[in-house]
């Protein structure tokens, strides 16, 4: 879920946000002690529960001191609460290894491909030069109104942690002028001389499928 910190206005004033509980909870992060293991005691966010049972032995915790159950952190406060900071689900099998070792093909060649085909020649006849001539349109015209501008509504954007609200704008319009019908248009000719053209290219052919060759190897993570 996003947080606001700030809210920008339209005029320019910016104000910031205050959480204190968040405030509070930090500072108890702040005040950490020490890591007391993992317990089979049941706690929830709030619970008072001390003394919490850690590998079979009753431990109190004090003010910082910090627990795991059920793939949880929770942080022992100084009003005597526990405090949730941390969630463990969804991490992956190496998050509770110092290391890991795979297999993987580190070098190796890919081989070039190659095409194989016949050369095509196409021939035909196309009119490479003229003018269009006698071409004549009579139209009837209107003046409509043209929209330049669709204007804009008031916008409310998130900038990191700040809402900022700006205005927006009316939409503006113009004069243009348009055809409402056409009135006569006249016939069009066409003169031009033939010529010759010539393609040639590769149309059809294989490409050889490529390969690769390589020498197993060994990768560790850590």
């Not at 002690?33 to 004090?62: Q, W």
């Amino acid at each position: 879920m996003p947080f606001l910190a700030e809210i920008t206005m339209p005029s320019g004033n910016t104000y910031k946000l205050k959480d204190q509980e968040a405030r509070d909870l930090i500072q108890q992060l702040f005040n950490y002690h020490e890591y007391l293991g993992v317990t089979t005691t049941p706690i929830t966010e709030g619970s008072t529960t001390n003394p919490v049972t850690i590998s079979g032995e009753s431990v109190t915790a004090v003010a910082g001191d910090v627990v795991t159950y059920e793939n949880q952190e929770f942080v022992w406060s100084s009003v005597g609460t526990w405090q949730n900071f941390a969630n463990l689900f969804g991490l992956g099998a190496l998050a509770f290894k110092d290391s890991a070792s795979g297999n993987f093909t580190p070098s190796g060649t890919v081989s070039q491909p190659t095409f194989t085909g016949s050369e095509l020649t196409s021939t035909g006849k196309f009119t490479p030069a003229g003018s269009v001539s006698g071409t004549a349109v009579t139209m009837s015209k209107t003046t409509i109104k043209n929209n330049t501008s669709a204007g804009s509504m008031p916008t409310f954007t998130v900038s990191g942690e700040t809402l900022v609200i700006t205005d927006g704008a009316i939409p503006t319009f113009s004069d243009v002028s348009v055809a409402t019908d056409v009135d006569t248009v006249t016939d069009p000719s066409f003169s031009g001389t033939e010529g010759d053209v010539s393609v040639k290219g590769t149309p059809a052919g294989t490409v050889s499928q490529p390969t690769f060759s390589g020498s197993q190897g060994s990768v560790t993570v850590r």
